[in-house]
T-cell receptor, first 113, second 116 residues
Framework: AQSVTQLGSHVSVSEGALVLLRCNYS??????LFWYVQYPNQGLQLLLK??????LVKGINGFEAEFKKSETSFHLTKPSAHMSDAAEYFC???????????FGSGTRLQVQP | ETGVTQTPRHLVMGMTNKKSLKCEQH?????MYWYKQSAKKPLELMFV?????QTENNSVPSRFSPECPNSSHLFLHLHTLQPEDSALYLC????????WGPGELFFGEGSRLTVL
């Protein structure tokens, strides 16, 4: 079975500050890991994904995430928050043989001016 | 045309009504999905279709009835729903099922359902 835990349902940062959204996963086989973003009244949009190879993955809008197998983590970071980053962020896991993604509960990011 | 289109965007229905949600994808994908998004809960996978065939029903109550007439269209027929069924229903598509590799899911904007 697979599962995803996102620590912190709400995160608030100041504009220009570091963004760190935490994601831990559980998987009995090598995972594929994803971060999606959901802006108000919209569907989910892929930010980045890890499949194999380089453990530091760069995505859109300046976000990146690092796969750490020993810590079963895939935390999302951005060096400098922008007001437009305010949204809900979802971590998801899958693997070969699974039919669909398993999502975490989401983290709502607030960016204060 | 955007990639995945869902209609209606908002729906209010009584518990005795029958209504349907529609999803259409213009991406040439083979797999389509229904997810339920409720406040403060993880996205819940409801149904998966691959080449029009249902490959997964995640223990969804029979008051939700999916239909996939072709690879581009997916419906969710609703009848005798309960207030706790109020949620955002998201449709997604992918090139193939995840079983073949880490394919990206493309989501529609969702249908916000309120059951009175």
């Amino acid at each position: 079975a697979q599962s995803v835990t996102q620590l912190g349902s709400h995160v608030s940062v100041s504009e220009g500050a570091l963004v760190l959204l935490r994601c831990n996963y559980s998987s009995s086989v090598p995972p594929y890991l994803f971060w999606y973003v959901q802006y108000p009244n919209q569907g989910l949009q892929l930010l980045l994904k890890y499949t194999t190879g380089a453990t530091l993955v760069k995505g859109i809008n300046g976000f990146e995430a690092e796969f750490k197998k020993s810590e079963t983590s895939f935390h999302l970071t951005k060096p400098s928050a922008h007001m437009s980053d305010a949204a809900e962020y979802f971590c998801a896991v899958s693997s070969t043989g699974r039919r669909a993604l398993t999502f975490g509960s989401g983290t709502r990011l607030q960016v204060q001016p | 045309e955007t990639g995945v289109t869902q209609t209606p965007r908002h729906l209010v229905m009584g518990m005795t009504n029958k209504k349907s949600l529609k999803c259409e994808q213009h991406l040439g994908h083979n797999a389509m999905y229904w997810y339920k998004q409720s406040a403060k809960k993880p996205l819940e996978l409801m149904f998966v279709y691959n080449f029009k065939e249902q490959t997964e029903n995640n223990s969804v109550p029979s008051r939700f009835s999916p239909e996939c007439p072709n690879s581009s269209h997916l419906f969710l027929h609703l009848h005798t729903l309960q207030p706790e069924d109020s949620a955002l229903y998201l449709c997604a598509s992918s090139q193939d099922l995840q079983v073949w590799g880490p394919g990206e899911l493309f989501f529609g904007e969702g249908s916000r359902l309120t059951v009175l």
